[in-house]
């Protein structure tokens, strides 16, 4: 997971650079089987990059994940998805 995480960090990074492309909303939606995203501090590698580089994470996951602004439980997402479309 942490090359899919990385290469979508990548790619958020890439669009915010160019004038035509940086308005695109980029975020990452994934099982987090092997708990990358479960703890906010020691943050892993893969919870820093979806924290800075990325517009956001859902986890769709039986296990429990410390939430913040950007890593989310995957019941979330429609909920933001209407705030985002007004």
């Known amino acids: 997971m942490r090359e899919r995480i990385a290469q979508t960090g990548y790619w958020k990074i890439k669009l915010a650079s160019d004038e035509a492309t940086k308005h695109i ?3 990452f939606v994934t099982p987090d089987e092997d708990g990358t995203l ?8 893969g919870r820093a990059i979806v924290e800075v580089d990325t517009d ?13 602004d950007k890593v989310k ?11 985002l479309l007004k």
Do not use: C, H, Q
């Open 73 to 83: 439980m995957f019941d979330k997402f429609i909920d933001d998805l209407k705030k």
């Open 25 to 27: 909303k980029v975020y």
């Open 56 to 68: 956001g994470s859902y986890v769709l996951s039986e296990t429990d994940i410390e939430e913040s």
């Open 38 to 45: 479960t703890v906010k501090r020691p943050a892993k590698k």
